[in-house]
């Protein structure tokens, strides 16, 4: 059974940073591109990031690039994204998802439950 789980959200004021973890479990993790997405009160899930299996290649939506940084560490099963110069306006629930193979678009095959990311102004 594949899990993905989230962890590290939290309140943060405007400016600062978080960095957010998704350990995975029940799928050899270094097959797997990674990403990551969120979702605000009343709004669409928005593609945050992803990641290559071996992590050579990311690619970020237009908005959080340099702000934002997506890694991962394949002998710890877990994804990263550390989140940098945070917005009140992207207060939401980050979640990981992981699918067999990279690219900026497209369907994904697993995800987590997510965590809150709550950024006071």
């Known amino acids: 059974q594949v899990q993905l789980v989230e962890s590290g959200g939290g309140l943060v004021q405007a400016g600062g940073s978080l960095r957010l973890s998704c350990a995975a479990s029940?799928?050899?993790?270094?097959?797997?591109?990674m990403a990551w997405f969120r979702q605000a009160p009343g709004k669409e899930r928005e593609f945050v990031a992803t990641?290559?299996?071996?992590?050579?290649?990311?690619y970020y939506a237009d908005s959080m690039l340099g702000r934002f940084t997506i890694s991962r560490d394949n002998a710890k099963n877990t994804v990263y994204l550390q989140m940098n110069s945070l917005k009140p306006e992207e207060t939401a629930v980050y979640y990981c998802a992981g699918r067999s193979w990279y690219g900026s678009r497209g369907e994904y095959d697993y995800w987590g439950q997510g965590t809150q990311v709550t950024v006071s102004s």
């Open positions: 029940g799928l050899t993790f270094s097959t797997y591109a």
């Open positions: 990641i290559s299996r071996n992590g050579a290649l990311t």
